[in-house]
């Protein structure tokens, strides 16, 4: 896997290097032109490279790249417990999303592309009406989540913060299920991914076999 | 674990106890190096540890494209009212040090107009720059300072005294 970068002369390894070092540590997506190794064809795959052997992968967001955990990897760390939100987090997280992303993008009035960049504001008013999680306690996870720039304040009230445009394709689309099973989980979308699921399974269990 | 989901881990957690045999630390080390980064020796509440940073060939420069982005200007006070306060000795070695409260913090730098000094502590215990024993209300700088290299302690001992301090003492 490392012949292609061991391949390339040093310069050009630590092109690939810094372009590495910024999509890991940028909040926001980092422009292909600044940096050579993102936007020569020839040079995206090594950084792609280089990101696989801690578990990351190249995500393009917002006209630029970022990383996120592989699928495999963010699966793992997630059955050994790291990286998992505490549940009143998760709960007032998942409200965020729900009010912010989902109601929105399922009215038609949020296209794909734009889901992380033009969702609705949420008041924490609106937050409390719409659960039964006290005042207290939306306020001190939604500090936490401030912090881990999970969500972030916007004229009118919050919304998911940078780091949802790190999610893969795959963890987006398990992020809207899971929304849909929580929204209306006898609906028809729902019992037709819970159908998906358990044929997924099913045929996990056959090649395990 | 194999080495991308330890290093994963890692991101993940900022810390990780040091393997119990040569082989696998040598393995790991060899593994962040071929990831861009370099592990640094921490002490953990449990033992010694390692934190994880770049290797410094490759380390984003502030203010240059990709890099994380400067932090406003509470965090940045309060950690360095937080410096003053768990390294009395500046002759002494910055990382571990002592501890400080938040209370003894919040004080200091409310005389320089920050206020919500909370928040703050909050957001570098989230980054890793402080550590807190949890219910006691104290806090001791936290990993991501022993990643500091020598020349950038040695700014912070040249102009020690310019640190926060509670003026009363």
């Known amino acids: 896997m490392s012949a292609l970068f061991d391949s390339l002369p040093a310069a050009r390894r630590l092109e690939v290097m810094s372009a590495v070092a910024a999509v890991e540590a940028a909040l926001h997506p980092v422009p292909a032109r600044e940096f050579r190794a993102l936007a020569e064809p020839t040079l995206r795959p090594v950084v792609e490279q280089v990101l696989a052997r801690s578990g990351r992968v190249l995500i393009e967001a917002g006209g630029g790249y970022l990383s996120g955990y592989a699928d495999d990897v963010s699966a793992e760390l997630v059955g050994l417990g790291i990286g998992v939100l505490p549940a009143t987090q998760r709960a007032v997280l998942a409200m965020v999303l729900l009010l912010s992303v989902a109601v929105p993008r399922a009215e038609g009035r949020l296209a794909l592309g734009d889901l992380w960049t033009r969702s609705r504001p949420v008041s924490p ?71 998906l699921r358990a044929m997924r399974a099913a045929g996990n269990r056959e090649e395990q076999r | 674990m194999d080495d991308r989901v330890w290093l994963a881990a890692l991101r993940a957690t900022g810390t990780a106890e040091l393997p119990h045999d040569i082989a696998t630390a040598e393995a790991r080390l060899a593994a962040a190096s071929g990831a861009g980064r370099q592990l640094v020796p921490v002490d953990l509440p449990q033992g010694p540890g390692w934190a994880m ?79 807190e024993d949890s219910g006691r209300g104290s806090v001791r700088l936290g990993p991501r300072v022993a990643l500091w290299s020598e020349a950038d302690i040695a700014y912070l001992r040249a102009e020690y005294d310019l640190l926060p301090r509670d003026r009363t003492e």
């Not at chain 1, 998911?160 to 398990?174: C, E, I, K, Y």
């Open chain 2, 53 to 131: 940073t770049w290797r410094d060939d490759v380390a984003p420069e502030l203010e240059s494209a990709g890099s994380p982005g400067t932090p406003s200007a509470n965090p940045v006070i309060v950690l360095a009212a937080c410096l003053r306060a768990c390294w009395t000795d500046s002759a002494a070695p910055l990382y571990p040090g002592g501890e400080t409260t938040i209370e003894h913090v919040t004080q200091v730098v409310s005389a320089l107009g920050v206020v919500q000094a909370r928040r703050a502590v909050n957001r570098l215990l989230w980054w890793g720059y402080l550590t």
């Open chain 1, 125 to 195: 008013d609106m937050l409390g009406r719409e659960s039964e999680l006290a005042p207290g306690t939306i306020d001190s996870a939604m500090t936490a989540l401030r912090v881990a720039d999970l969500v972030k304040d916007v004229a009118g009230g919050v919304v998911p913060g940078p780091q949802f445009r790190r999610l893969t394709d795959a963890a987006v689309s398990h992020l809207f299920e899971e929304l849909i099973l929580l929204a209306e989980p006898q609906g028809d979308l729902a019992l037709s991914i819970k159908r």
